[in-house]
């Protein structure tokens, strides 16, 4: 059964909103997550990709060493592992509600070529990116150039997180109205699974010989 316009608590602008703010917050305190619901996914999600952001600047330092390379190297990992788990959970989030508000889109409906919860991911990420050219824009060490680079760059990641933010919108009340089919995909990831990565089971049968 479809219904034409159920009611969902899922609001695109509510979770950029939210991203955006605790970017800013974040920077100033210590990270915590005090949202219920679907924001508290969306909090968790975002939580792993501003880690995710900060490891990856310190991997890129010329200035770290190799063996802090290797350490800052398995975090990212499992920090991307729990990002994308976490995808998978806003996802599985969407299909209870679809469930709980009675919507059961036709199996010849479209499906979309991106989940909801990889346009959150999408859009947490793009919330750092725009926080962090920001900074880049009112540093006091930079030229002239730089910040005309910058500025022009924020003007666009600007408008393609509008636009982002619109195709969100439009995505929650196609699948809430049962336009489009809603799918959970599973990314099963190799590399951490011991059994599946060869470098890792390879390596242990070495070991063991």
Wanted: some cysteine; hydrophobic content about 35%; proline content about 3%.
């Amino acid at each position: 059964m479809t219904e034409s316009n159920p009611r969902h608590d899922i609001d695109a602008d509510s979770i950029v909103n939210l991203q955006q703010e605790l970017v800013a917050r974040w920077h100033e305190q210590d990270i915590e997550n005090p949202y219920t619901g679907f924001l508290a996914l969306v909090c968790q999600q975002h939580e792993f990709n501003y880690r995710l952001w900060h490891e990856e600047d310190v991997a890129r330092s010329p200035s770290v060493s190799d063996t802090e390379i290797a350490q800052v190297k398995r975090a990212i990992d499992k920090l991307n592992q729990q990002r994308n788990d976490m995808i998978e959970k806003l996802d599985d989030s969407i299909t209870v509600r679809l469930h709980d508000a009675n919507v059961m889109a036709a199996d010849t409906a479209p499906i979309n070529t991106e989940t909801a919860g990889s346009t959150i991911d999408r859009l947490s990420i793009m919330s750092l990116r725009l926080y962090h050219y920001e900074e880049q824009l009112h540093r006091t060490d930079a030229d002239g150039d730089h910040k005309a680079k910058v500025a022009e760059r924020i003007a666009i990641c600007r408008l393609q997180h509008s636009d982002l933010t619109f195709a969100l919108s439009q995505l929650l009340d196609d699948l809430f109205a049962g336009r489009k089919q809603h799918k959970t995909y599973r990314q099963f990831k190799m590399y951490n699974d011991p059994s599946l990565n060869p470098a890792i089971y390879q390596s242990a049968k070495r070991i063991a010989c």
